[in-house]
């Protein structure tokens, strides 16, 4: 019984990080570029009590063995980078990858992040950066003359002077990585290189595999409440149960230590 009792305290804690991974999920349903996790789960080890094919007799063998299984555990917590949808901003620094990619910034420490989130602004030396203050990568830095800017779907940086007069002042790139999964979430949006991920590769937008960039565009977050929620209320219902079979496991204990 007291391995019953282990197997459910296991699936209530796998259970627990089902529904932190769904209320984080939730949490950035308006985060620009957000994918949602997928928590993934293995059985445990099983304790063997008869092999299958086992002699029963001198001449017969058992069809199937006996395992009793140990419970569950959290295998991994996978990002879905299934494309959000398109969000009209209105903003000339605001894009869009329609496709596979990254955009490329540089953090304080030197690493380069990797985001989704196209959202930049220009800074008071006219250097297109994120929120936080990290630039893009390669720098675009806007002149101080400049009446408008468009950036084209291969990522090509315009500035324009007048209706007539503009100059090429700097050229998106966007990198690529053979398994997306293997990236680490950083915070703020970013993702950072891993083993598991492989190196980038970096190209200009609409090359290869690379997706287009759509100025005055953000990708909204891949979330769907409906589904969070149906999941939320399965992941509640198994702690539930689990909790269930701790109190009637228990149960059975008090009634066998009371046995005269």
Known sequence: MISAMNAAASGMEAQQTQIETISNNLANIETAGFKKSRTEFQDLLYETMQEPGAKTSVQTEAPVGIQRGLGVKVSGTQKNFEMGAPQHTKRPFDMMIRGEGFFMVRMPDGEVGYKRDGAFYKSAAGRLETIEGYPLEPEVVVPVDTKGVQISEDGTVWAF????????????????????????????????????SGAPVVTAPGQGTSGTVMQYYLERSNVSPVEE?????????????????????????QHTVNLR
């Not at 002077?161 to 790139?173: E, P, W």
């Open 161 to 196: 002077f007048s209706h007539t007069d503009r100059a090429q002042i700097g050229q998106v790139q966007v990198a690529s990585f053979v398994n997306n999964s293997g990236l680490k979430s950083v915070g703020k949006n970013i993702f950072v290189e891993t083993p598991g």
């Open 229 to 253: 929620m149906t999941n939320m209320i399965t992941a509640q219902r198994a702690f539930e149960m689990n909790s269930k079979v701790i109190t009637t496991v228990d149960s059975l204990m």
